[in-house]
């Protein structure tokens, strides 16, 4: 009985690593753990090639293009990396070349880290990250360029230093403005209202809420008072906490805004439970999917919210890295364009960091009119 | 003499000891926040922690045994996902079939784990990260990676984790059946052959085995139990949120021990109570639910957090030294 149990479950093990050669991958904890060796190998060979510098920069063009292609997302599981995945898979199939989909098991750095180091290892054209720390990824990102490996981010940026340049699914002041032009609308310029986020170190809601604050500055919002930001980690119990919370510290409050899937459909639903509909108002940006429940009807707890198309965000990551690979785009130079093969000309702009990027459009407003079509893209 | 007997119960009993952990913690957070003792802040805390509360009913079952089930976060995902996938393609609709449906794929998984466990001797620390590994890793794999919305549920399983018809308007479902499962093991712990077997492997092993405990069968029996708390839970946490993540339930078994912990549940097994579990897990949903309340920064939560938990199982472990010093000092009479 037990040599029985032993063998079937080495036999699992054994299935389960296998499964990680395909092309397009899964990944998961036991076999990111698994192959840890082959990280601490990578790490080995990335090291002196750091030391050389100029070197390896020299060597990278004359590196023979293989046509693979990888995204790393922030995390397993998430809807919206999901689709930005499918749209990186169908650009860069859609050429003719190979896509890796690589999913960290947790929403840490560390996770990513492991990752791109297996990726320099397999030694593929191209890596697009949505990073999970603004600077933890650099050594590794850096040691992947020097590798000949073109990186760039999406979605969420990393510091200039660790990337060529930032796929940016909407300009951090555009976002920044819409959220603060919708609670402008939905307060009726003036009255209490409250941030919703996700984690207090994530890169992009730090950088929209900065933005938002900068705005709010102009005197034609001086009768609006943002009391607080709070921080529900992208879990639903900590989210209905906070916003709880929120509720019952601020009495008056006329608005929420939550600019994370999980934040604003946490608040819409304590808002539609408690009857505070037309009340509170909640809006920010969401997966229509996900909102559907509270957007639909009369008197819905959030009339009108923002999301951009996370499947374009994904594809334009892979028509840049193919631009990249084999017509020379460089995306660090400001101004600096290419037509894809969508049609669209996507050109390079100075980011606030201080490094490039490329906007992809501006945000998409989903309201009553049209959350009906979108709840079953996305 | 009648004040030394109180004093000396209190020094003895790690239950009350407790109890008043957590009532110089209310005082604390209603000295900050005046409206953390209303009716509704309760109300509201036990409906978003019952959970919680439950899941720590199974861990209390696999720790006295002197095990460890770090799995059970997981399996409420894949059982809460599985179930609400049923339900999304309409194989049912009842809200009864489908914490049903969540609470029998719990107890397939707690029988896996319960295997491994019972009959291949597997660590069950490393048995259940192995399992949680896989259990996430399924749930991702039969929802593809998309999420359960809320659209997509019957309404009447929205609304069962909002409304009180079980007590006819006295209390909240979902703290209902939190409730009766406490009573139920209440009564299982202390007076079932079952419940004092559940002791006897943890405190002594070779004993309950000479005296002829089947140990083996008494392990898969309580890993299949936890198993099936968490899959039940899986069907409350959907039914709360009105939504199916895939990462739903992450972390919530370290909430479960801690919780156990804190009510004086030993790690080494054959020691705690269930009034002592429902303690530890009340503190722990009234530290996440006061957090916010009382007006501290963000970066300073987790922190605080984690010295509330430790410095109240310091005292309780201090409470138990003297309590077994006593107990020692009794004997030598």
Redesign the interface.
Known sequence: MKKVLAILLSAAMILSLAACGGGTTVQSAESAAAETPVTEAAKEEAAPAAAEEAAPAAEAPAKESKGVYAIITKSAGNPYNEREASGFEAAITGAGYEAIIKHPAEITAEAQITLINELVAQGIDGIAIAANDFDALETSLKAAMDAGIHCICLDSSCNPASREVFINQAGVKEVGQCLVDATYDLTGGEGQWAILSATSVATNQNAWIDAMKEILKDDKYSKMELVEVAYGDDEQQKSVDETKALLQNYPDLKLINAPTTVGIAAASKVIQDEGLCGKVIVTGLGLPSEMAEFMEGENPACPYMFLWNPIDVGAVAGYTLMAMVNDGFDGGQVGASFTAADGKTYTVSQADDGGTQIIVGPPFKFDSSNIADWKTVY | MNKKGILKKIRNSREISLFIVLVILCLFIQSR?N?FFTGK?IA?LFK??A??ITMALGMMSVLLIGGIDISVGATLGFAGMASSLFMRDGVYSSTFVMFLVSTVIGVLCGMIVG??IA???VQPIIATL?MS??Y??A??II?????V???QFQSGFKSFA?SNFLTGGLLNNLVFIALVLYIIFFFVMKWTTFGRRIYAVGSNPEAAEVSGINISGVKFWVYTMAGAIAGLTGAMYTS????A????GTGMEMDAIASCVLGGVSLSGGQGSVIGVFLGAVTMSVI??A???I?IS??WKQAIKGAIILIAIIINVLVQRGMNRNALKAREI
């Open positions: 926040n409206t802040t509201d978003n922690y959970t919680t295997l491994i009959k291949a001797k192995g590994n896989i996430r890793g749930t991702y929802s593809d990676g998309a999420w919305s809320a659209y909002q709360l949120y009105a939504s993540m895939n990462d739903m996440c639910k957090l916010p309340l007006g963000q970066f």
